[in-house]
């Protein structure tokens, strides 16, 4: 795991979206560093997918971002269970959903 360091107390996401129809797959492309404080911006972009293209598996790709502990394991548990938050309160929305790894996780003390 890497430290916490100050540019994670204050991260952005940049994320680019790509549409495979034949496939029937939507790849989120998540650049920068993903929190518990900063996840409900993916959870939105990932519910508006949903909602135009609900045939669609939705991919969470990581590959190029940095994301915290308790981000990648709330992530994992919602691809697991095949539900997408809501970002905005406590509903929840069947959904194909598949996260590809990030290359590191954070150690942070941060609280879900």
Known sequence: MIP???HVRNPRLKVTVRIDEPRETTRIEVHGVVTAANIRALYVVARRIRAKLPDHEIVIDLAHARVSAVA??????????????SGIDASETPCRLRIVDPPSIIKTKEHA
Not at 72 to 85: G, K, T, V
């Open 4 to 6: 916490l360091d100050e």
């Open 72 to 85: 990648i394991e709330e992530l994992r548990e919602r691809a697991r269970r095949s539900l997408l938050s």
